[in-house]
Every structure is written in structure tokens, then in C-alpha cells.
């Protein structure tokens, strides 16, 4: 069975830092396309984040965390990240790894998500 599994979430101040990472068991990330962090906030659409493409490790960002955050891959220890920073109150969410077997971004694996909360 195939899982994903976040972990680094957690409370920081406005202006901190905070690295996610997202594991993959029984399936290396190698054989997806796409790996990507999407997030949700209260009351609120889920919404893209970033991703990188495990080939390549091309990599493309929502605007709003466009210079502030960076996704990266592992391939020895089938690891992907997401380091935070620069953090602000409206990154708040819930963040969700995600990975996709096609270049149409049909993610179709998720993690079960973490809490990242800023105070301000």
C-alpha cells in the first residue's frame, strides 16, 4: 500500500522558518512524475503550493510563496521538503504532500496532512 506521510509541522512566529517532509512507503517517489505540497486553510479551497517534478527536479511555486519557500527532493532517502520561510500568519493551513503519475498534475496519492500555524 502506497503511502504518504508529512512531518515538521508546528507552531513558529511571523518571520520564521519551518521544513516539511514528505515520505513515500511502499512506492519510490522516482516512479511518480510530481510531487507537490498543496494547502487549506479554515474555511477555505485547497490550494497548490509548489511542486517539482522528480525528473529534472524542475520546480514551480504559487506567487504568494514565490521567493519565500522551496521545495526539494531526496532521491537516496525518497524524501521531499518544503523549507519555510519568512513565514506569515496567512501561511497558516493544513499541508498536504501529494504525488502524480502524469504531467497533467492528476494527483492521485495524498498524505495525510499537517498543521502549520504562524502567530503573528
Known amino acids: 500500500q502506497v503511502q504518504l506521510v508529512e512531518s515538521g509541522g508546528g507552531l513558529v512566529q511571523a518571520g520564521g522558518s519551518l521544513r516539511l517532509s514528505c515520505a513515500a512507503s511502499?512506492?519510490?517517489?522516482?516512479?511518480?512524475?510530481?510531487v507537490a505540497w498543496f494547502r487549506q486553510a479554515p474555511g477555505k479551497e485547497r490550494e497548490f503550493v509548489a511542486r517539482?517534478?522528480?525528473?529534472?527536479?524542475?520546480?514551480y511555486y504559487e506567487d504568494s510563496v514565490e521567493g519565500r519557500f522551496t521545495i526539494s527532493r531526496d532521491n537516496a532517502k525518497n524524501m521531499v521538503y518544503l523549507q519555510m520561510n519568512s513565514l506569515k500568519p496567512e501561511d497558516t493551513s493544513v499541508y498536504y504532500c501529494?504525488?502524480?503519475?502524469?504531467?497533467?498534475?492528476?494527483?492521485?496519492?495524498w498524505g495525510q496532512g499537517i498543521q502549520v500555524t504562524v502567530s503573528s
Open positions: 517539482i517534478r522528480w525528473s529534472g527536479g524542475n520546480t
Open positions: 501529494a504525488a502524480a503519475t502524469n504531467s497533467r498534475g492528476d494527483y492521485d496519492i
Open positions: 511502499g512506492r519510490t517517489f522516482s516512479s511518480y512524475v510530481m
